[in-house]
């Protein structure tokens, strides 16, 4: 074949697309190591296998006991994440308190992590002022920045962010988080396209969860794999599979070490599954998907896989599973009374949370609200 017969065949390029991702995996369906390598390569021990299994208890947890409050009324908004805890909190492990994460508003989880406390998850999903307030219980500062509702948004943060370290000489990164919708937003490439530009230190997550709300991934872009859209902004961008915790750990930590190391931002595509709906706010998932999706999906979700590995390995069983849930639902249990019991807001303080110095017309309506005790 000619030069020009090479380089002008479309359907070869298309091809060649679809074969230069292989998905990493070490941990399969079954809970079977697969990549012995690759385990040997995350160097995770027997404690911090446990630790980090824990760690998607916990979050499959919240997302339980937050389900259970926004039917009973007492929640606000809230983006259920069964069946991303891989990709949330395997990827998140690998990160360090110094590290500045940037979430989407499915990404409480890891906020957790970084030690915001469940209370103030809670505030936020019902709009409360201190619910922005990124700090532990002790009044230490929490390095991640709200849950972004605007789509895409945060990955422009991220980057600005991640130039900054840079700047500064941090040993740190930025990381980031969004959806295989978020991919679509222009947010996205831009955040990954000034990274590159500038060689910032920026670890980036695209959630490929089959559905942007509604839209199927099949819908969301002709891209044989939304990896590929780092390749446009010159990031080394990879394919994993995000139901495997042990891979997305891994990956996350390569990930870190290239940006840390000076090499500019990789993209993660992290193929999971929303096992729920998009949100509390009245998604119904069987008008765009099937329940035998759904159900296929749960036999192969992230907990099952883990719980499989490590209870072979004599580390687990389900009396350690049953106490650690019961230690769990007595921490939310305390977090959900604190967050009710704190002081609700008004509309005055509304308006004066709104500005640090009010308009002449805020002014007015917080004097009005207030005298009528609102």
């Keep these: 074949m000619s030069n020009s017969q090479q380089i002008l065949d479309f359907k070869a390029q298309l091809e060649l697309q679809d074969t ?19 385990l040997k390569r ?12 824990k760690s998607m208890l916990f979050a499959r947890q919240v997302d339980i006991r937050s389900m259970k409050l926004a039917k009973q009324g007492r929640m606000g908004f809230f983006g259920p994440h069964a069946g991303q805890e ?82 500064r000489k941090k040993d740190a990164v930025a990381f980031v988080y969004t959806g295989d919708g978020g991919s679509s937003q222009g947010d996205t490439y831009e955040g ?22 509604s839209t199927p991934r099949s819908l969301q872009s002709a891209a044989p794999h939304l990896a590929a859209k780092g390749w446009a902004a010159g990031a080394p961008s990879i394919v994993v599979d995000g ?25 993660i595509e992290a193929i999971t ?30 907990l099952v896989r883990m719980r499989n590995f490590l209870t072979e390995k004599g580390l687990w069983d389900t009396d350690k599973e049953e106490a650690y849930i019961a230690e769990l639902d ?5 977090d959900i009374k604190k967050a009710n019991n704190v002081e609700k807001q008004k509309i005055s303080n509304f308006i004066k ?22």
């Design 86 to 167: 891989a990709s949330q909190m395997a990827s998140s492990f690998a990160f360090t308190d110094e590290d500045w994460l940037f979430p989407g508003y499915r990404d409480l989880p890891q906020i957790y992590a970084k030690g915001w406390p469940i209370w103030k998850g809670l505030l936020w999903s019902r709009g409360h002022q201190l619910g922005n307030e990124y700090t532990t219980d002790d009044g230490k500062p929490v390095n991640s920045w709200f849950p972004q509702i605007i789509i895409g948004a945060q990955y422009v943060e991220a980057a600005g962010v991640a130039l900054g370290l840079k700047k």
């Design 42 to 53: 995350a160097g995770l021990s027997d404690e911090k296998l446990v630790e980090l299994f």
């Design 353 to 374: 949370n709104t500005l640090e110095v009010p308009s002449q017309a805020m002014a007015e309506q917080i004097a009005k609200f207030e005298s009528e005790g609102k």
């Design 192 to 213: 990954i396209n000034f990274a590159g530009a500038y060689k910032a230190p920026l670890v980036a997550f695209i959630q490929n969860n089959g559905y942007a709300i």
């Design 273 to 302: 599954n929303r096992l729920e709906p998009h949100s509390t706010a009245g998604d119904d998932p069987l008008r765009y998907r099937t329940k035998e999706d759904i159900e296929a999906w749960w036999k192969k979700e992230p």
């Design 243 to 267: 139901m495997d915790a042990i891979a997305m750990y891994l990956a996350s930590k390569e990930a870190r070490a290239w940006a840390v190391a000076g090499n500019g931002p990789v993209v």
């Design 20 to 38: 230069a991702f292989p998905m990493l995996q070490i941990l399969n369906e079954e809970g079977k190591i697969v990549d012995e390598d690759g």
């Design 330 to 334: 007595s921490r939310i249990d305390a």
